[in-house]
């Protein structure tokens, strides 16, 4: 089970850290990856992070390069995400995964809404 927490409503400019913690399995050895849907939108990769910390960022989204960075504790089994100069554009409902690999997920977190005031 993955859940997420951390979201809420920030201002423009401002920062959020979202957590998801993982339970009823160990994740450490599991890709973790987050996700954003934003209203009317298709769902969209934002990062996603390797067991051993190698980071993969969503190359065709310049708004979130250099601005959210992902991260990950196994000893809590949790990963991150931190998101710094927020924009309006990112009010979405984010999401974590885990799966195999950075590129296939098996497992889900309900997500957690993320909503940026201009």
């Known amino acids: 089970q993955l859940v997420e927490s951390g979201g809420g409503l920030v201002q423009a400019g401002g920062s959020l850290r979202l957590s998801c913690a993982a339970s009823?399995?160990?994740?450490?050895?599991?890709?973790m990856g987050w996700f954003r849907q934003a209203p009317g939108k298709e769902r969209e990769f934002v990062a996603a992070i390797t067991w051993n910390g190698v980071v993969t960022t969503n190359a065709d989204s310049d708004s979130v390069k250099g601005r959210f960075a992902i991260s990950r504790d196994n000893a809590k089994n949790t990963v991150y995400l931190q998101m710094n100069s927020l924009k309006p554009e990112d009010t979405a409902v984010y999401y974590c995964?885990?799966?195999?690999?950075?590129?296939?997920?098996?497992?889900w977190g309900r997500g957690t809404q993320v909503t940026v005031s201009s």
């Open positions: 995964a885990a799966g195999a690999t950075t590129s296939s997920y098996n497992f």
């Open positions: 009823g399995r160990t994740f450490s050895s599991y890709a």
